[in-house]
């Protein structure tokens, strides 16, 4: 993906409470686990900063403590030198997906825009991470199925 030894990838979302940290605590275990801590760097960010500095959502923390992942990320809004400072900049939706691509400032940081699904293969019907705010259990287990899914097939083309 790039000459460096390091490959940082920036997980973003409406508001860096749910699917953002969820995806970066699912690959940091993933990563963890196959011992290449030293090849990646991560961090997630949200498209709105009303969530600045707060815990995810404990609603998806209980569901991804439930699977062994701890997310203690703090919510911070996308920064312009996100597009210079990371090598992949990974959308959980159409709308994440689009907005990005007009804030990126440069057509090689545009470039740099992937959607979550580009990953995602095992969920039909399914074009963007649906957002589990607004949704009950199944919304966040839905959600955490699909990440870890993405992130493998992340992990294993990178």
């Known amino acids: 993906m790039n000459n460096k030894e390091t ?3 920036l997980f973003v979302c409406l508001g860096n409470i749910c699917r953002s940290p969820a995806a970066q605590g699912i690959m940091q275990k993933k ?3 196959a011992g290449l801590q030293d090849k990646f760097e991560l961090d997630s960010a949200g498209l709105y900063g009303g969530h600045a500095g707060e815990l995810p959502d404990h609603r998806m923390r ?12 703090r919510s ?15 959308a959980m939706d159409d709308s994440n997906y689009h907005q ?10 545009e470039g740099k825009i992937v959607r979550m699904t580009d990953y995602i293969t095992g969920f039909p019907g399914y074009h963007s991470v ?18 870890e899914e993405g992130c493998d097939e ?4 990178l």
């Not at 990005?100 to 940081?109: D, G």
């Not at 992340?154 to 083309?157: A, H, Q, S």
């Open 154 to 157: 992340m992990l294993r083309r």
């Open 130 to 147: 649906p957002d589990p705010y607004y949704e009950g259990a199944s919304g966040f287990e839905l959600v955490l199925d699909m990440l």
């Open 7 to 9: 490959t940082k990838i």
């Open 31 to 33: 990563i963890d686990q």
């Open 62 to 73: 209980i569901h991804a403590q439930r699977r062994g992942y701890i997310l203690e990320h």
């Open 100 to 109: 990005l691509k007009r804030l990126a400032p440069t057509s090689e940081s």
């Open 76 to 90: 911070r809004p996308v920064k312009e030198s996100d597009f210079f400072d990371f090598d992949i900049i990974v």
